[in-house]
């Protein structure tokens, strides 16, 4: 690692003012920050540390929301009844992220914040249309995610806290890359109050999440397995690597939706 | 350069950390405690698993500075207090739980806090439990077979206590 200075502030304000430093890089739970550090691929001036900020962690509900704080740990979200009770397939989500000890520090801010093309969470805020409530203001998932690691965050804004609207049911299904056990292709997808169908996808797209319209139109049409057959997902658009080719990915793609439908019926 | 004070395995320890000083680092180097290991550095293998605050971490992910006045746990905390081996040790004895030993360390500290959890899990729970830490030698068998291992010891434990 390159050198850098480190402070670990107690409040958000706090923790603002030295992220107005020139350089300065915030931190969720570090578990993807430190091995880019480690790498050299990041040279942060400070590092600020949220890890810090009570107010910032914490799982509540509010009417038809489920409000879960940026510093929340990927286990505390897996180990919530509060979540499980309200949006299953975000407790699936969780509990499916890394392992022990990733999930003991890893936190639902960081992994939206930092919008890997195969994190978890991102294709839950997008299908469930979570609103992402940072410092300075509120943003739809549907314009947060602005392609492969780049997001609607400027500098020096920090998330707080995402909101997500319950939904009648909800599930993740995740093909993973086996030796990363990030997601290869995977769906999270919800019926909403209004009867819409939301698909979101992670891990396929070439410019990361994406919500498939054809497949949520063919679902809030006739929810059933079958209804995935005759939906076109194209290969294009995919990503490629040694792991999957676009098509298989492509085809992943309605496999996994398939089954989650099949987990909600 | 900034002093840091942990609580490691029940004693006050102060050292010397800079801003990039990973927990690990600052045990081995800092402290002179040894038993966590470095396998990968890149946060896979779990050889260097500790307990902070009560929860398992990699030490290789996490910052000695993030630590200041934190309670630690290392593999040393896991022996009985005259140095014989603990429940967790002794079943990876008895089951041939180890062979070179490298990942021996973060396997014991992954399934103390699964055991404390889940103090009955089943074998694809000990699995799925043991996810973070890689062995390269013994295949995983005989490591799950410790997990149950010391899983019936502990219970029968808990139950004498009764």
Redesign the interface.
Known sequence: MYSFDYTKPTDLSAAVDSLGTEGAQAMGGGQTLIPVLKQRLSQPSILVDLSGIESLKGIRRMGDMLVIGAGTTHGAVAGSSDVSGAIAGLTELAGKIGDPQVRNRGTIGGSLANNDPAACYPSAALALGATIETNKREIAADDFFQGLYATALEEGEVITAVKFPIPVASTYQKFEQPASRFSLTSVFLAKMADGSVRVGVTGAGADGVFRHAGLEQALSANFAASAVDGVEVSAEGMSNDLHATPEFRANLVKVMTKRAVEALS | MSTISITVNGKQKSGDA???T?LVDFLRSELKMTGTHVGC???QC?AC?VHVNG????SC???A??C?GATVTTIEGMANDDGSLGVIQAAFQEQHGLQCGFCTPGMVM?IA??LKNNPQPTEAEIRE?L???ICRCTGYHNIVKAAQSAAAALAGAAQAAE
């Open positions: 800079q801003g990039n990973l550095d890149t946060s779990g698993v929860e398992s971490v990699k992910s996490v910052f500075s993030a200041d992954s806090e699964m439990g996810k973070g830490n």
